[in-house]
């Protein structure tokens, strides 16, 4: 299980340290991919493969699945994290979704998103006043 948060700087070839508590567990063959609200998603092969089990039950003769599964697979590349716990942010993934040198690593339970910073603090501001409300409205559905 992936948590905390941890400010980070991409080197000067795009590489990112994985925060040691994250490391371990992640392994050495990792996915990355297109994220929600900006953020890009970084699996480790266990959970990667078991969204691609998810992904296979959805049926591609719906128009939304064919879009939403088109760019999901288009926007991942394997990845291999080096012995000083670094994984090479590919160039396209960075630029196409705007991630600056100065990157927020979040824990997300099965998962872990890599943020541009200065995007994730305004999405943070963003939904913080929001926070007892999102809480209320989950568990409301859960019933």
Do not use: C
């Amino acid at each position: 299980m992936y948590f905390g948060s941890f400010v980070h700087n991409l080197d000067e070839k795009g590489r990112l340290m994985i925060p040691r508590k994250m490391r371990e567990e992640l392994g050495y063959k990792v996915y990355i991919m297109k994220g929600f609200d900006g953020s890009l998603s970084l699996y480790n092969e266990e959970r990667y493969l078991e969204l691609v089990k998810e992904f296979s039950r959805l049926s591609f003769n719906q128009q939304k699945v064919r879009d939403y599964l088109r760019i999901q697979f288009a926007s991942t590349y394997e990845m291999e994290v080096d012995k000083l716990g670094r994984v090479q942010l590919p160039t396209a993934l960075l630029n196409k979704y705007n991630i600056s040198k100065e990157v927020i690593v979040l824990g997300i339970g099965d998962h872990i998103e890599v943020w541009d910073k200065a995007k994730y603090i305004e999405y943070e501001e963003s939904v913080k006043d929001s926070f007892e409300s999102l809480a209320e409205d989950i568990d409301a559905k859960r019933d």
